[in-house]
């Protein structure tokens, strides 16, 4: 089988092309540059992929495995489908989730399209915490062995016929085990930390990352009775649940539970004023048939508990109305919603701003 494997510069990735090899497939290691960055990026500190450095660990994986190794410089296309849209979508009062985005329309579902017409591929392997198996007669995504590492709730929103064309080698092992696979046959990157930031924002908060974009505009905080109770630097250094930032003094925890973008304003209340037993999805991508759902849970933001849905049903407008069994707290547009049954994801949306 001719298996092409995102390769990231990091451990979980190279162990992945390291198992595809092993297991007698062709293997070749692709490696998307995102960003045009200098070495002083790529230190440890910040943790970020997709750096010079990680290109050049890629390659030096690969020629240790003895599989060719391509580099494609996907930045134009990275900041179209993913810096663009984290930037509209903040400035709409949503907190993105570029991630899940990303996986869909870039370095996941759309690279798999991509490879199987220029490079004739049969699959494409990554090394997301997560599995591929039969279910109900279908390819589908499901959580890792290691839950503590699982990524399946960032694949929510893959299209569905590309399940059939991706491989997650690492998702039946633990972290731990991942590390000492490397070890133990000598790869460069066996010690190298994890990233662990949202990459193109290179250690910055996402309201820093934001002035670059747009300028700094002040408003107003008030209370949900429209009560002004002091002002704020720019609507995008905030998010729903939020409590640290707000500079407010009245006596009590305040929290931000809504961001009205159009007159921008942010608006505070008590914790419990966060608790909600519903949502609106803006459209659901179903990986099985919703008829065919049935014990399902949702997740409304990564590590969130997961909580029983009660009913999903189309709205009107095309979206999709979800009621749980309790009460969740920190409901926020632009996340992603994940469904599951037992281990298998579902599908999932974007929440939408109502």
């Known amino acids: 089988m001719r298996v092409a494997v995102g390769m990231s510069g990091g451990v979980d990735s190279s162990v992945s092309a390291l198992l595809m090899k092993l297991a007698g497939h062709e293997v070749i290691g692709v490696t998307l540059r995102f960003h045009t960055l200098p070495e002083s990026c790529s230190v440890d500190d910040l943790r970020v992929c997709c750096s010079p450095q990680d290109v050049k660990d890629a390659a030096k994986v690969s020629e240790k495995l003895g599989i060719p190794h391509i580099t494609l410089d996907w930045e134009r296309i990275f900041k179209s489908r993913v810096i663009d849209y984290f930037v509209k979508e903040y400035l709409e009062g949503k907190t993105p989730n570029p991630c899940a985005v990303c996986n869909r329309d870039v370095k996941t579902g759309f690279l798999a399209k991509y490879l199987r017409e220029v490079a004739q591929i049969d699959k494409l392997a990554t090394g997301h915490y997560a599995k591929i198996l039969e279910y109900r007669g279908r390819k589908m995504v499901a959580k890792a062995e290691d839950k503590n590492k699982d990524q399946s709730y ?40 994890d990233s662990q930031e949202v990459c193109f924002l290179i250690g910055k908060k996402p309201g820093e990352f934001l002035r670059d974009f747009v300028d700094t505009k002040e408003g107003i905080i008030t209370d949900t009775e429209g009560k002004v109770l002091g002002k704020h630097t720019g609507i995008y250094n905030f998010t729903i649940g939020q409590r640290r930032g707000l500079r407010l003094s009245i006596g009590k925890p305040l929290y931000v539970i809504d961001l009205d973008e159009q007159n ?91």
């Open 154 to 193: 960032f694949l929510a929103l893959m299209e569905r016929d590309v399940l059939e064309l991706l491989e997650f080698p690492i998702g039946s092992y633990t972290k731990d085990q991942v590390r000492k696979i490397a070890q133990e046959y000598n790869l460069p990157v066996a010690q190298k930390k």
């Open 264 to 354: 921008n304003r942010i608006i505070v209340g008590e914790k419990d004023e966060l608790y909600r037993n519903s949502l609106k999805l803006l459209y659901l991508n179903a990986h099985l048939p919703i008829k065919e759902w049935g014990d399902v849970y949702a997740v409304v933001r990564y590590r969130s508990k997961p909580v029983r849905v009660r009913d999903i049903r189309e709205t009107q407008d095309g979206g999709y109305f979800v009621e749980f069994e309790e009460r969740v707290w920190g409901i926020t547009p632009g996340q992603v919603c994940a469904f599951y049954e037992g281990d298998v994801l579902l599908g999932g949306g974007v929440i939408a701003k109502e």
